[in-house]
């Protein structure tokens, strides 16, 4: 019954085929085969082996990017995923206005990187100014404003996923357990988180990975100052290859690593949704 | 605890969040009207009768940075890479759903794999090919961000086209609809809310996006992402009155995109996240 469809193989997949390589699969192999060489333009890379990577981990800035990365999205994907099931919670409980709420929390979360890090670089600047300095005097500023900047971004953003995991709770489960004689916490902690683990699991992973590739807000608040100290992993691969001259293999090697790690992330989260369906 | 009193205390505690939510896009929007010298020294206060500078920032905020022209490329470049991912994802998906096959399989895997991979793996290469493929303009870009969007895009289309019955597809073959007709006159329409939701994600993505387009055509074309960072790398000491004003200009479409199709928004990004 598709055997017609089956012969339009050059009109359904060829343009996004097409497309896919190009801009996708292509520069992906090149990628790792890069990472193996010495180039300026890919036209000239010659083959070295494994000391891109070796310099890659013998290299301070990309240590320290690497701890600095793993610090900023340990702090923000707790605070992140408190505060917005703290709101989660008192936006189910039928207030009037949770929609202007819902609306306003969301906000931010449309608003794009480049933008998001001059609105807060102004606002952060102009509180630490009462203490005679700037965002840029102190890497522990740098490290607060990202994570504050985090927060405002993705915290409605989750609140939204977490208010529609609640939402899913059957109403006389709580209710029973209410009859039962259960306070707020014990609610709270043997039926509703219980219930929404799920939104859990996605949210615990969303900020994770969001936290972990960010990049444009990086650039625009701090640039990395003082000293590379703000330098997160990206931006440290992105100021590798396009900063220093005749390291681009090294960037690569670097961004090899990176993907690495994304991807050791996913089949993680792959790994526990899969149990869970099984749970269910 | 009272009822009145519990609501009393979850008020305050939602209007003070509000308030810091709201709090940072006031402050830019002040200070876009404030003369650049008071920004930095009094970013909280409101603009007096000496503070006031008008439209003076925006006016030399738009010649610095040409952002209407900016505005027209980030404008045509997210409508025509919106249009291009969602008609070729959805076809795509429908075939690699509907003809099983190991080639098949083994492209589902692919655009599966590629949501996974972060763009500094494959940014220099990419904008090297780009580069010799006369791709770095605003209309080669848009085969970029096709490339690069079809990964989620044909994951959430295949997902939902599993859940539609064989039956309504074969009932139009039945009836002498060739493929093209079938899978536009029958499953393109059932897959409105799926195609909705991957326009809206792809869109708030492409809009914002800052290193594709930069690496690809920011020497030539200044998306508005690329315009504002630029304001920052031109110009030696930064100018804060014209850096407010076109933040406020970055702001304020967004806003009223997102107020005009919020119930699409919210419910495409969270099936977005469901899925994704």
Redesign the interface.
């Not at chain 2, 939510?21 to 896009?25: D, E, L, N, T």
């Given at each position: 019954m598709h055997n017609n469809l089956k012969k339009q193989f050059p009109i359904f997949v060829l343009p996004t085929l097409a497309a896919f390589l190009i801009a996708f699969a292509i520069p992906f192999f090149m990628g790792i085969y890069l990472s193996l060489t010495e180039f300026t333009t890919i036209t000239d890379a010659s083959f070295v082996g494994v000391q891109n990577y070796m310099k890659a981990f013998s290299d301070n800035s990309f240590l320290s990017a690497l701890w600095f990365t793993v610090r900023f999205t340990v702090v923000s994907v707790i605070t992140v995923n408190i505060i917005a099931f703290t709101l989660a919670m008192i936006l189910t409980k039928g207030l009037r206005g949770t929609n202007f709420f819902r609306t306003v929390f969301f906000m931010p979360n449309l608003i794009g990187g480049i933008v998001l890090g001059y609105i807060w670089q102004i606002i952060i600047n102009g509180i630490l100014q009462y203490a005679g300095v700037t965002i840029t005097f102190d890497p522990k500023y740098g490290f607060l404003g990202l994570v504050v900047l985090t927060n405002w971004q993705l915290i409605g953003y989750m609140m939204i996923i977490y208010i529609a995991g609640i939402q899913n709770i059957p109403g006389d489960l709580i209710d029973a357990s209410r009859v039962d004689g259960a306070g707020f916490f014990d609610t709270l902690k043997n039926v509703i988180i219980p219930m929404v683990m799920p939104s859990v699991t996605i949210c615990l992973f969303l900020t994770l990975t969001n936290s972990f590739k960010l990049f444009d807000a990086n650039l625009a608040l701090t640039d990395g100052a003082p000293a590379g100290k703000t330098t997160m992993l990206a931006l440290d691969i992105y100021k590798t290859f396009y900063g220093r001259i005749g390291y681009q293999g090294v960037g690569q090697a670097k961004a090899v690593v990176f993907f690495l790690i994304a991807a050791l992330i996913s089949l993680v989260q792959l790994g526990i949704t899969r149990r869970k369906e099984v749970d269910v | 605890m009272n009822k009145q009193l519990r609501?009393a205390l979850?008020?305050s505690?939602?209007i003070l969040?509000?308030a810091a939510?709201?709090?940072?896009?006031f402050?830019?929007l002040i200070?876009s009207f404030k003369s650049k010298l008071y920004?930095?020294?009094e970013?909280?206060t409101l603009p007096d009768a000496e503070s006031f500078a008008g439209l003076e920032n925006y006016i030399s905020g738009l010649e610095k940075t040409g952002f209407l022209a900016s505005f027209g490329y980030s404008l045509f470049i997210t409508v025509g890479s919106v249009i291009a991912i969602v008609l070729?994802?959805s076809?795509?998906a429908?075939?690699?759903t509907?003809?099983r096959n190991k080639l098949t399989s083994l492209?589902y895997y692919?655009?599966v794999f590629?949501m996974?991979?972060?763009?500094?793996?494959?940014?220099?290469?990419?904008s090297?090919?780009?580069n010799i493929?006369y791709?770095d303009n605003p209309i080669g870009i848009i085969?970029?961000?096709?490339?690069?969007g079809?990964?989620l895009s044909?994951f959430m289309f295949s997902g939902f086209i599993r859940s539609i019955p064989i039956e309504i597809?074969?009932a139009a073959?039945i009836d002498g609809c060739?493929?093209?007709r079938t899978?536009f006159l029958v499953v393109f329409p059932v897959m409105r809310p799926t195609a909705i939701t991957v326009a809206i994600l792809n869109a708030?993505w492409i809009?914002?996006?800052?290193?594709l387009p930069y690496l690809v055509i920011g020497s030539d074309y200044k998306t508005i992402?690329i315009a504002?960072?630029y304001l920052?790398g031109g110009y030696g000491s930064v100018d804060?009155g014209a850096?407010?004003a076109m933040?406020v200009l970055?702001?304020v479409p967004?806003?009223i995109?997102?107020?005009r199709g919020?119930k699409y928004?919210?419910k495409g990004?969270?099936a977005g996240?469901?899925k994704g």
């Open positions: - | 609501n979850l008020y505690l939602l969040f509000a939510f709201v709090f940072p896009v402050v830019v200070n920004i930095s020294s970013p909280f070729f994802s076809m795509t429908w075939y690699i509907r003809v492209l692919a655009f590629s996974i991979v972060p763009f500094q793996m494959v940014m220099f290469s990419m090297k090919i780009a493929l791709l085969l970029i961000y096709l490339g690069f079809s990964g044909v597809e074969e073959m060739g493929s093209l899978f708030m809009w914002n996006d800052y290193l992402p504002i960072q920052r804060m850096m407010m933040l970055a702001i967004i806003i995109f997102y107020l919020q928004i919210i990004v969270v996240a469901v």
